[in-house]
């Protein structure tokens, strides 16, 4: 063996090896060739799946002919079908005016009527003299926005002494004419400013540093430690009570999906700043018109924050795949019916497009079975879009009839094939067999639903939030924002203006008993909420019983 001159390359003497050497080295070539074939394409997936991240659509949606490269071994489905959205989808525009659109536009909003008439004098006709009469009107409608305003309002308290009193040497009496209470005592703060503070941040996504800036130019002058300490003084002598009853409401619903995101907590009591925190979500199914959304903000992601959480809880609880909920099925409630876990086929689907999104185009094996896969889970999504508006037996029905023969078959076919993959489609099939029985579940009970987008759309306001303030600056902050992010999200996911129903409750609250307080009047989904936190449209009560 020699070396180049200059160089650390080495070079072998194949002619003065014998045979036996030279098949034993061409081997050991050939499985080291392999190792970096595979290195390298692991690679190459890795940086495909990275830039279809960053710079493609978050959509997970496919076309016609988007994986037309797969190789094709029985398609077990007809075309790929999207999954089932909530509502109506709106029409593309079509670039044409639609009839009756700003009479659409502007339906619900208050209306203020200014008629422009002639005067007296101008009622005369300029060529005779003559009277004029009215001929026709013509209305012409815009949308005037009234920008918000800080107004300084002094509550002058009058007190009143009995001067008789005084003369005749009776102790005297003095009476205070009656006034509101302060929200927080010695502080500027009102109501109106603190929901509008809390709506921007929570709702809006806005941080404080631009509200303190937008306070400044409208010259009011409040530093950003004093606008982050109203909302949590709000939330701890007001708000935390709407969220207990709101948490105690949930738990005693047959459904409830639950998802998790990071938020990152400055200054935790015995934890460094890069340590991990979580946000959990809970919510309502599509079981229900009482809608509910709530927040937990937790010191790590162990199983021990749900089990206390749903602490006793007995019903279906939809989510991801994350193993720690797996003890709730033994740990919460003392008996049965217990909790129920069901599996979201979202995220079996998300596994196979992780494939798509790493593979370089040419045809495969592996391309093969991703496209079969994917043509199953969307066969099973067109399946409920069938079910769009069916009543839950109904709906249990045509699962047992089409998707539970579908879902034996799938995993018959993943079980044959589980031994043969590798890389991501080895990850994704993997969790699906692993999922089998929670991906099953949603047969037992027409009101679930095949995946856990419920939860993950409730989720996303957090999550868009997060990438506006970063960080919470101490654990007090982080529980005030989950219980804020809970009373917004419920107020709106019950068709509230949020602003007006945080106003609402501050105003009632500050002046009240809150032992005493019935707080069921005051829940988002309560009839006897007044028309002020309701948003257009929504403002017909049922009639009090």
């Given amino acids: 063996m020699k070396k180049n001159a200059g160089t650390n390359t080495k070079q072998i003497d194949l002619s003065a090896m014998r045979r036996q050497d030279l098949e034993q080295f061409a081997m050991k070539k050939s499985i080291e060739n392999e190792e970096?074939?595979?290195?390298v394409e692991w690679y190459e997936e890795q940086i495909r799946r990275a830039r279809a991240k960053r710079f493609g659509p978050s959509s997970e949606v496919l076309h016609e002919g988007q994986i037309s490269f797969f190789n094709e071994i029985e398609r077990e489905s007809e075309g790929i079908v999207q999954e089932p959205q909530d509502g109506p989808q709106e029409a593309a525009p079509t670039g044409?005016?639609?009839k009756g659109r700003k009479k659409q536009v502007t339906q619900k909003l208050p209306r203020r009527v200014v008629e422009h008439v002639l005067s007296e004098e101008g009622q005369v006709c300029p060529k005779c003299g003559g009277h004029l009469s009215e001929m026709k009107t013509e209305v012409r409608t815009e949308i005037e926005w009234i920008p918000a305003k800080a107004v300084a309002v002094d509550h002058v308290r009058h007190f009143y002494a009995c001067r008789n009193c005084d003369k005749n040497g009776v102790e005297g009496t003095i009476i205070a004419a009656p006034a509101p209470n302060g929200l927080f005592r010695n502080s500027l703060a009102s109501p109106s400013l603190v929901s509008d503070i809390i709506y921007n941040k929570y709702a809006l996504a806005l941080p404080l540093y631009r509200q303190e800036q937008e306070l400044k130019r409208k010259?009011?002058?409040?530093?950003r430690k004093t606008l982050s300490t109203w909302p949590i003084k709000a939330v701890k002598l007001y708000l935390k009570s709407v969220y207990d009853r709101m948490v105690e409401d949930l738990l005693t619903r047959n459904i409830?999906?639950?998802d998790d995101t990071e938020v990152e907590v400055l200054h935790e009591p015995g934890r460094e700043a890069s340590a991990k925190s979580y946000m959990w979500l809970y919510r309502t199914g599509s079981d229900t018109d009482k809608p509910i959304v709530v927040y937990e903000y937790t010191q790590g992601r162990s199983a021990d924050?749900?089990?206390?959480?749903?602490?006793g809880y007995a019903g279906y609880l939809q989510t991801d795949g994350y193993a720690g909920y797996k003890r709730l099925e033994k740990e919460c409630g003392d008996g049965p019916p217990g909790v129920t876990l069901v599996g979201c086929w979202f995220h079996a689907r998300h596994g196979f497009m992780d494939v798509v999104k790493g593979m370089s185009g040419k045809q495969s094996i592996t391309g093969s079975f991703t496209e079969k896969a994917l043509g199953y889970i969307d066969e099973l999504f067109k399946i409920e879009n069938e079910a769009a508006g069916f009543t839950a037996e109904a709906r249990q029905k045509l699962r047992m009839k089409k998707s539970a023969p579908l879902m034996d078959a799938f995993f018959a076919w993943l079980k044959t094939i589980q031994d043969g993959c590798g890389g991501s489609l080895a990850k994704a099939v993997n969790y699906c067999v692993n999922q089998e029985k929670y991906l099953r579940a949603c047969l037992a009970d027409g009101r679930l639903e095949l995946s856990n987008n419920r939860a993950e759309r409730s989720i996303k306001p957090f999550v868009i939030g997060r990438k506006n303030w970063l960080f919470c600056n101490t654990p007090n902050g982080a529980?005030?924002?989950?219980?804020?992010y809970s009373i917004v999200e419920t107020a709106k996911e019950n068709k509230l203006d949020a602003r007006a129903y945080i106003e609402y409750i501050l105003n009632t609250f500050k002046d009240a008993d809150m032992d005493s307080v019935d707080l069921e009047g005051f829940m988002p989904w309560s009839p006897f909420l007044p028309d002020v936190c309701r948003l257009p449209g929504q403002k017909e009560l049922p009639a009090a019983s």
């Fill in 256 to 258: 409830i999906h639950s």
């Fill in 305 to 311: 924050f749900p089990v206390a959480f749903l602490n």
């Fill in 479 to 484: 529980d005030a924002s989950a219980i804020l």
């Fill in 96 to 98: 044409k005016k639609q």
């Fill in 219 to 223: 010259g009011l002058l409040i530093e």
């Fill in 36 to 39: 970096l074939m595979v290195k």
